[in-house]
């Protein structure tokens, strides 16, 4: 490669990361400032570091609630929606009536404009009487969230060789072996990465949490940092310091399944 | 094997992560503490009247203890709350009592068929009855049913640092418009923003200063629902909403209320027009200097078009309450309202919590001695209005509401005239 060559993959290699770390910083460095700081002195180093605003925000809410709601409600909807992507995408390598059909409904959900269902699913979960519960925080996500999880799960099982379920099949395994057995564990991978994804969109998401919940035992960390900034007033200090306990989770996992995330998006292709 | 046992761990640990979320089933009905009754608004326990009510409800279960309780839930956001509201609403399951926004072109909510009439509660106690504005009460009753009790109506009012003005050389605040662009000129020189403005959301501060320039021109029907908006009233008010514009700070296009206040609370820009609550910021953030903000009625054109001293407010809110079938449960609901709109608590509210109700406030001189600097100056100026306007964007559709930060960053910005902004704005309110 050229220096030209090699210039140019620097330069856009240090765009990017700028692009991405940059707001990150800022928002790590501005839960350290004070109120009167932030403005005069956006851009700048604190002058003077207040460590306690995290204190702060912490006794001011139960952030620590919020993260058991968050990650109980992104961890239920995962986990059925994975094992439910699982399922259909075994189900849809078979060819019967109406599977392009079923294909298509599954995934039909992307095209929805699903703020538009707000009503009819508060409808919904009241009637099943979850409203206000994590569970029902958590169902509303399983149904949101579905297609991004089983697109992901079914291009991965689609690049299994046909050849390993004939072999199975000729060795005597059932439909439902072949699936517990040969399918669900050779698309693990891709179900990691699709349970990533899920988690971290679940866990990010604010409009269903704020309106499905109305308790400190049923509302998120997306919710609870809300509570810093109110229609009256803002303590961009504590909402900053709050945000950053509240990406933590998500920020880790991504560090530490980055390798296992880029593994598991790559291998499909290399089948 | 090992497999296994991480998996069955993981499993134990998620069922027990999930069991200990459920506790958040709702609790509600008549329990050993009596009739329960929740309320939903946006009264949270950080801001000074989300802490006095609390202790309203303390007291009130206190007293009640046995027969009644309230339960408060606060929700920060206000667009989130009304989304709430009306989604209860339309599930069927209004909450006990809530805050919301009237809107006399959306009476949706009215019309459910699913609030409480308060009309026969008062009607058989007159005094109570006599504690509220017949106008509110007029306003709020469709088809003869009274669908809430007026919860606030706050003025909105200039609040200006007058360190600031002084260091510009102004010593008086503004009598008329151009007399206040002059003014904003100089502190502008001095290295400050004039005034704060915003133009996302609802664009609130410089709707604000709209609603007061429309009517200081074209007097207090000069919006009013049915006028023709593209109108030289509404021209002259864009035309110095635009001046305005560039008299505030570098984030009012595209900026949101709470980057707006913060630049006036930081000293950033010299004045804003808001509400009462902003009191409760001035108090906590500048604390001994907060008396430094002194507040003001909005300049006129002197024009004889209406008369100096009145007020735009913010629209009536309202508590609205669920129609009961449980007799007990809606005695609850009566028991409270009266309670937290008696004289006590109305006081307590304007004194401690920064936030005048729409009801009767008779304050002694110990309380006005108790009120914060600004408090005694909106109570003084709110009981001298001679009229009191609802601001402009509280009463247009919701068309024309979702239109108004683009057509506001596009006047700023200098993409359409004046002119151009009042067609604008008749087209999408007619819509």
Same mark, same amino acid.
């Given at each position: 490669m050229t220096i030209a060559g090699k210039s140019f993959r620097w330069a856009v290699l240090g765009i990017f990361t700028a692009i991405t770390l940059l707001p990150l910083l800022w928002l790590v460095m501005s839960s350290f400032k004070t109120q009167a700081d932030i403005f005069a002195n956006p851009f700048g180093l604190p002058s003077e570091w207040r460590f306690d605003n995290y204190g702060a925000a912490l006794a001011a809410h139960p952030l620590h609630l919020y993260l058991r709601n968050s990650l109980g409600a992104a961890l239920l909807a995962t986990v059925l929606i994975v094992v439910a992507s699982l399922m259909a995408s075994y189900a849809?390598?078979?060819?019967?009536?109406?599977?392009?059909?079923?294909?298509?409904?599954?995934?039909?959900?992307?095209?929805?404009?699903?703020?538009?269902?707000?009503?009819?699913?508060?409808?919904?979960?009241?009637?099943?009487?979850?409203?206000?519960?994590?569970?029902?925080?958590?169902?509303?996500?399983?149904?949101?969230?579905?297609?991004?999880?089983?697109?992901?799960?079914?291009?991965?099982?689609?690049?299994?060789?046909?050849?390993?379920?004939?072999?199975?099949?000729?060795?005597?395994?059932?439909?439902?072996?072949?699936?517990?057995?040969?399918?669900?564990?050779?698309?693990?991978?891709?179900?990691?990465?699709?349970?990533?994804?899920?988690?971290?969109?679940?866990?990010?998401?604010?409009?269903?949490?704020?309106?499905?919940?109305?308790?400190?035992?049923?509302?998120?960390?997306?919710?609870?940092?809300?509570?810093?900034?109110?229609?009256?007033?803002?303590?961009?200090?504590?909402?900053?310091?709050?945000?950053?306990?509240?990406?933590?989770?998500?920020?880790?996992?991504?560090?530490?399944?980055?390798d296992r995330i880029v593994a598991a998006m790559t291998a499909g292709s290399l089948k | 094997m090992k497999r296994k046992i991480l998996a069955a761990a993981g499993l134990t640990a998620a069922v027990a992560l999930l069991a200990g979320c459920n506790s958040a089933v709702p609790s509600g009905g008549s329990g050993g503490s009596g009739t329960e009754i929740e309320i939903l608004s946006n009264f949270t326990s950080d801001v000074s009247r989300g802490k006095v009510l609390d202790d309203l409800i303390a007291q009130f279960n206190e007293e009640n203890a046995g027969k009644y309780t309230v339960v408060s839930k606060a929700q920060p956001d206000w667009p989130t709350l009304q989304q709430q509201i009306r989604s209860s609403i339309s599930a069927g399951d209004a909450p006990d009592v809530f805050l919301y926004n009237y809107n006399p072109t959306d009476l949706s909510r009215e019309e459910s068929g699913q609030l409480m009439d308060w009309s026969s509660h008062l009607d058989d106690d007159p005094e109570w009855k006599a504690r509220f504005k017949q106008d509110n009460l007029d306003a709020l009753t469709i088809d003869g049913q009274l669908a809430g009790i007026p919860g606030d109506q706050s003025p909105t009012l200039f609040y200006y640092n007058t360190e600031l003005f002084e260091q510009a050389g102004i010593t008086e605040f503004p009598a008329t418009w151009d007399e206040y662009l002059a003014a904003g000129q100089k502190i502008k020189d001095s290295g400050v923003a004039a005034i704060s403005l915003m133009t996302a959301d609802d664009s609130w501060h410089t709707m604000n200063a709209f609603s007061y320039l429309a009517t200081a021109e074209g007097g207090p029907e000069a919006y009013a629902p049915g006028t023709d908006? &593209?109108?030289?009233? *509404?021209?002259? %008010? +864009?035309?110095? /909403?635009?001046?305005?514009? $560039?008299?505030?700070?570098?984030?009012? @296009?595209?900026?949101?209320?709470?980057?707006?206040?913060?630049?006036?609370?930081?000293?950033?820009?010299?004045?804003?027009?808001?509400?009462?609550?902003?009191?409760?910021?001035?108090?906590?953030?500048?604390?001994? &200097?907060?008396?430094? *903000?002194?507040? %003001? +009625?909005?300049? /006129?054109?002197?024009?004889? $078009?209406?008369?100096?001293?009145?007020? @735009?407010?913010?629209?009536?809110?309202?508590?609205?309450?669920?129609?009961?079938?449980?007799?007990?449960?809606?005695?609850a609901v009566v028991a409270w309202m009266k309670f937290f709109t008696s004289n006590e608590s109305a006081v307590r509210m304007a004194v401690e919590g920064e936030y005048p109700m729409a009801v009767q406030t008779e304050l002694s001189d110990a309380d006005k001695e108790n009120a914060s600097c600004q408090m005694a100056q909106v109570i003084e100026l709110a009981n001298a209005a001679p009229a009191s306007i609802v601001q402009m964007a509280r009463g247009i559709t919701t068309d024309a509401q979702a239109q108004l930060p683009s057509l506001l960053e596009s006047l700023a910005l200098g993409q359409t005239t004046p002119e151009q902004f009042a067609t604008s704005l008749q087209t999408a309110n007619s819509q």
């Amino acid at each position: 490669m050229t220096i030209a060559g090699k210039s140019f993959r620097w330069a856009v290699l240090g765009i990017f990361t700028a692009i991405t770390l940059l707001p990150l910083l800022w928002l790590v460095m501005s839960s350290f400032k004070t109120q009167a700081d932030i403005f005069a002195n956006p851009f700048g180093l604190p002058s003077e570091w207040r460590f306690d605003n995290y204190g702060a925000a912490l006794a001011a809410h139960p952030l620590h609630l919020y993260l058991r709601n968050s990650l109980g409600a992104a961890l239920l909807a995962t986990v059925l929606i994975v094992v439910a992507s699982l399922m259909a995408s075994y189900a849809l390598l078979h060819r019967f009536r109406l599977s392009r059909a079923t294909f298509g409904f599954l995934l039909f959900g992307i095209l929805l404009p699903v703020n538009a269902l707000m009503t009819p699913i508060f409808f919904i979960v009241n009637m099943m009487g979850v409203y206000n519960t994590v569970v029902g925080l958590g169902l509303v996500y399983a149904g949101l969230f579905f297609p991004l999880g089983f697109l992901i799960v079914k291009t991965y099982m689609d690049t299994t060789p046909a050849e390993i379920f004939e072999a199975a099949r000729i060795d005597g395994a059932g439909f439902h072996s072949i699936f517990l057995r040969i399918a669900a564990p050779l698309t693990s991978p891709g179900a990691i990465t699709a349970a990533i994804f899920l988690m971290i969109t679940a866990f990010n998401e604010l409009l269903f949490a704020a309106v499905l919940t109305k308790d400190t035992d049923a509302q998120t960390v997306q919710v609870g940092v809300r509570y810093f900034l109110t229609t009256y007033s803002a303590n961009y200090p504590l909402a900053f310091a709050a945000t950053v306990i509240g990406i933590a989770p998500t920020v880790v996992i991504y560090i530490i399944l980055s390798d296992r995330i880029v593994a598991a998006m790559t291998a499909g292709s290399l089948k | 094997m090992k497999r296994k046992i991480l998996a069955a761990a993981g499993l134990t640990a998620a069922v027990a992560l999930l069991a200990g979320c459920n506790s958040a089933v709702p609790s509600g009905g008549s329990g050993g503490s009596g009739t329960e009754i929740e309320i939903l608004s946006n009264f949270t326990s950080d801001v000074s009247r989300g802490k006095v009510l609390d202790d309203l409800i303390a007291q009130f279960n206190e007293e009640n203890a046995g027969k009644y309780t309230v339960v408060s839930k606060a929700q920060p956001d206000w667009p989130t709350l009304q989304q709430q509201i009306r989604s209860s609403i339309s599930a069927g399951d209004a909450p006990d009592v809530f805050l919301y926004n009237y809107n006399p072109t959306d009476l949706s909510r009215e019309e459910s068929g699913q609030l409480m009439d308060w009309s026969s509660h008062l009607d058989d106690d007159p005094e109570w009855k006599a504690r509220f504005k017949q106008d509110n009460l007029d306003a709020l009753t469709i088809d003869g049913q009274l669908a809430g009790i007026p919860g606030d109506q706050s003025p909105t009012l200039f609040y200006y640092n007058t360190e600031l003005f002084e260091q510009a050389g102004i010593t008086e605040f503004p009598a008329t418009w151009d007399e206040y662009l002059a003014a904003g000129q100089k502190i502008k020189d001095s290295g400050v923003a004039a005034i704060s403005l915003m133009t996302a959301d609802d664009s609130w501060h410089t709707m604000n200063a709209f609603s007061y320039l429309a009517t200081a021109e074209g007097g207090p029907e000069a919006y009013a629902p049915g006028t023709d908006l &593209d109108s030289p009233a *509404i021209t002259k %008010a +864009a035309d110095y /909403t635009k001046r305005l514009l $560039a008299l505030s700070t570098p984030d009012a @296009v595209g900026g949101n209320y709470a980057a707006s206040s913060s630049n006036f609370l930081n000293g950033q820009s010299a004045s804003i027009i808001d509400g009462p609550w902003l009191i409760s910021s001035i108090q906590s953030t500048l604390g001994d &200097d907060a008396c430094k *903000i002194a507040v %003001a +009625a909005a300049p /006129t054109f002197d024009n004889g $078009a209406i008369e100096p001293g009145y007020t @735009v407010t913010d629209s009536l809110n309202v508590w609205g309450a669920a129609k009961q079938s449980d007799e007990e449960k809606e005695e609850a609901v009566v028991a409270w309202m009266k309670f937290f709109t008696s004289n006590e608590s109305a006081v307590r509210m304007a004194v401690e919590g920064e936030y005048p109700m729409a009801v009767q406030t008779e304050l002694s001189d110990a309380d006005k001695e108790n009120a914060s600097c600004q408090m005694a100056q909106v109570i003084e100026l709110a009981n001298a209005a001679p009229a009191s306007i609802v601001q402009m964007a509280r009463g247009i559709t919701t068309d024309a509401q979702a239109q108004l930060p683009s057509l506001l960053e596009s006047l700023a910005l200098g993409q359409t005239t004046p002119e151009q902004f009042a067609t604008s704005l008749q087209t999408a309110n007619s819509q």
